[in-house]
Every structure is written in C-alpha cells, then in structure tokens.
C-alpha cells in the first residue's frame, strides 16, 4: 500500500525529479534504510514491522541511529519463547526498563524523540522526564477471546502499555486520568496516540474499549498492521 502510494507520488512528482525527491526525504522512501534520526514518514512503519522477522538487520537499525542497548540470551519455549530480547539502556522508562522485541524498541525510541518530547514541550510547556509502563511480557493469549483465542503479543514481549508521562515541572500526566482531564492533558495524550501510528503496526487507547482506559498498547504485530484506534 505503502509502495502503491510513492511509485503515484513519483508518477505525479515527475520520473527523475519524483526519485531525486525520494532519495532527498529517506522517510518517505520504502528503498531507504532506516535512520531513527529521520523524520516519521509515509514508509516508516512499514519498514519497522518488517523487522520483525530480521532481528540483525533491526539491531543495525539501532547501530545505525546511535541508539544504545542491550542484546540479551533467547529464553522461553513454544508460542511464548523469545528469541529477540532488545534492552533499549538509554531510555527514561519506569518501573524499569524491558527486554522487548527489537522493532518495538526501535520504535518506542523513535515515538519519544519525534513525538512524545516534541508534543510535552509544545503542548505543556516542560520537558518529558520519565514515561512509566505497565509491562511488555506476559505469556498469555489476547484477553477477551476465550481459551482458544490467539497468543497475545505480549507472549513474545512484542509489545508494551505505556500509562503515564512525568514532566520536568513535577506533574504526571496519567492515561486514566488526562484522557478526558484538562484540554491540554487530553490533547497531548491524544496526539502522540496519533503520532504513534506512525511507527507501531497496532496502537490502543481508551477510545479501543475500557480495558485501555488505562494505557496504550503498542505492539508490532505482522498479522494486523494499521490498527490505531
């Protein structure tokens, strides 16, 4: 879809200037590697949740953008084991800080440096400190579906619930709490949900149903892609 969409823009740009146009905004370009230094673009989350299936050539992502982390030992078996366990080791996350999948970690770094920082400071005025989380792994199947239902995402830690957002003036900007609070809370929280999307395959919020009402859910899942609600 991705690519349907830039081969009509390049079409519409005009053949060579179409490429040239590409080759100068990489973000846009689904040929281009990945650069977390990039700005978000149409060809970004696509190019993550290809990663998926490339653990090496995510952790090059990593390498790549400067991003500091930890690759940790396979652990686990059958549909909960973990054979990418990424430990981002520079990113300001409470309780602590989860081995996850590579994609959700390259990801989550991206979210927080073009979208989470930018919108604290524009919105509400301070600078992001810490976001807290609700965790990553938990090896169970979707919540919901009954017994044979599909194994969360959350089975492979390919996925994180973030809650809530501490800023450098002392407030706390929770989920539960901001979604429907003060206009500027509600707006922050609702534009890096947007923003989200733009990186993570699945995104959920309160307006998902009322087991959100919470948190986000972010994950990287190549079965659904697109999912931001």
Not at 13 to 27: K, S
Not at 146 to 172: K, M, P, V
Request: glycine residues 8%; aromatic residues 6%.
């Amino acid at each position: 879809m991705v690519r349907s969409i830039l081969l009509l823009t390049i079409g519409a740009i005009g053949g060579f200037a179409g490429w040239n146009w590409l080759e100068a905004n990489p973000q846009h370009n689904p040929w281009a590697p990945l650069d977390l230094n990039d700005p978000v673009g149409m060809a970004t989350v696509t190019k993550l949740v290809a990663l998926r299936d490339n653990v090496p050539e995510c952790r090059a992502v990593l390498d790549r953008s400067g991003i500091e982390y930890s690759a940790l030992e396979p652990v686990g078996e059958g549909p909960c084991a973990r054979p990418d366990r990424t430990q981002l080791t520079d990113i300001p996350l409470a309780p602590n800080t989860p081995a996850v999948t590579c994609p959700v970690a390259a990801a989550l770094e991206m979210w927080r440096r073009k979208a989470v920082e930018p919108a604290a400071r524009e919105i509400l005025g301070s600078e992001l400190v810490r976001m807290e989380h609700m965790g990553a792994y938990n090896c169970r199947r979707m919540r919901g579906a009954g017994s044979g239902s599909g194994w969360s995402q959350h089975a492979t830690a390919n996925a994180i619930d973030i809650s809530a957002f501490i800023l450098a003036d002392g407030r706390r900007i929770s989920l539960l709490k901001g979604w429907d609070g003060s206009d500027e809370e509600a707006q922050f929280l609702r534009r890096i949900r947007d923003e989200a999307c733009d990186v993570y395959a699945t995104v959920l919020s309160p307006d998902f149903n009322a087991a959100h009402a919470d948190h986000f859910h972010f994950d990287q899942s190549t079965r659904w892609t697109g999912v931001c609600r």
